[in-house]
């Protein structure tokens, strides 16, 4: 979740942006969606949704953290709510084991939330110091975790001013043990997402306008950074066929090369961030500040986001 102010600027930086891109795009890509699909909304009455994750199963967890709440829509379409207070959540990834991972924004922790509901704090600061605001997080097929912590503002916190000296991107390597930055020279990162092969993590830089992409090392840090389009965005996702999910003004799809193939505009205030959920994975969900949407896709999702 970002700042009222943080996303007005962000929305006339992407309109500003967009109108150079659509002059130039590409056509956009046949088939994406399933035939006849429409954008539908599933529940409402939030106040801000944010880190969708699914499950093993196809169930779909999310947030609404002005509600201080871990939401759950299962597969049968039922909206229950699986945990409150949740650390006021932001985003939510699952492991391979079934823990639900979460960005718990309160106090700036990152949490472990094993099948039974029970809390465990695995991050609580950096060298001794309070993280700025864990947002986003993407587990690689070893287990090891990448997290961005970009600064907001919260009106809950009782403490002052970020205590970290840059926003950046952050691994937890797989046995837990470690904690180290891997990306500092980013303006604001937000949203991540990797590749399923562990191979190449993006980041969005939500603050600078951009998202990068870079090669993943087995220890954790990364390489060969390069842009991979002139666009940020609050959350991520990728389908089966590579392609890339940003989100802001809508939906915005970008294939393997950085090149924009699909807007799903959605009319209902800020788009935050998109998952594949649902026992086939082919159920685009789409979180917006008060709704949770759905679209049928003929492409997949590949893991938990």
Known sequence: MISRLAIMSICLALTFGMEGEEANAVEEAEGLLAPNAKVEKLADGFLFTEGPACDTKGNVFFTDQPNDRILKYSV?????????????????????????????????????IDPEGKVHVVVKDYKGKLLNAPNDLWIRPDAGLYFSDPFYKRKYWKRG??????QAVYFLSPDRSKLIRVAEDLKQPNGLIGT??????????IGAGKTYAYDIQENGTLTKKRLFCSMGSDGMTIDDEGNIYLTGRGVIVFNAKGEKIKHIPIKHGWTANVCFGGPDRRTLFITTSKDLFGLRMRVKGVGSQ
């Open 161 to 166: 001013p970020s205590e970290q000296d840059t």
């Open 196 to 205: 399923p092969d562990g191979k190449t993590l993006y980041v969005a830089d």
């Open 76 to 112: 049968e379409g039922k909206l229950s709510t699986f945990m409150q207070p949740s650390g006021r959540s932001n985003g939510l990834c699952f492991d391979a084991n079934g823990n639900l991972w979460a960005c718990a924004d309160e106090k700036n922790e990152l949490w472990r």
